[in-house]
Nanobody, 127 residues
């Protein structure tokens, strides 16, 4: 059974760096996307970064391209989101989730098809 747990959130000043972790239960994730999403108060959940686990292909939202990097340690079933040059608008609850690669019809950067959401980890960026 897939279970994902996020960690690593915190409070930083603008321009700072945080690295989030998403630890997965024992399972074969090779045919899955792992996505990082975020949700700020009063806003819809949005996709931030996604990785196709079996291949390593990555996808990023325009708002974080060049600042955030998604990576993985397959041996540990753990995925990371390194966030550099953080901005106040990056403040949100960050979640990771998994999507079967055979789920088609929607961009990998939207919620559709993602399951097994973690509990989230809060990131707060002050100006």
């Amino acid at each position: 059974q897939v279970r994902l747990v996020e960690s690593g959130g915190g409070s930083v000043q603008a321009g700072g760096t945080l690295t989030l972790s998403c630890a997965g239960s024992e399972y074969s994730y090779s045919a899955h996307y792992i996505g990082w999403f975020r949700q700020a108060p009063g806003k819809e959940r949005e996709g931030v970064a996604v990785i196709y686990v079996g291949v390593g292909t990555t996808y990023y939202a325009d708002s974080v391209e060049g600042r955030f990097t998604i990576s993985q340690d397959p041996a540990k079933n753990t995925w990371y989101l390194q966030m550099n040059d953080l901005k106040p608008e990056d403040t949100a609850m960050y979640y990771c989730a998994a999507r079967d690669v055979f789920y088609r019809g929607y961009s990998v950067l939207v919620q559709a098809g993602y399951n097994n959401w973690g509990q989230g980890t809060q990131v707060t960026v002050s100006s």
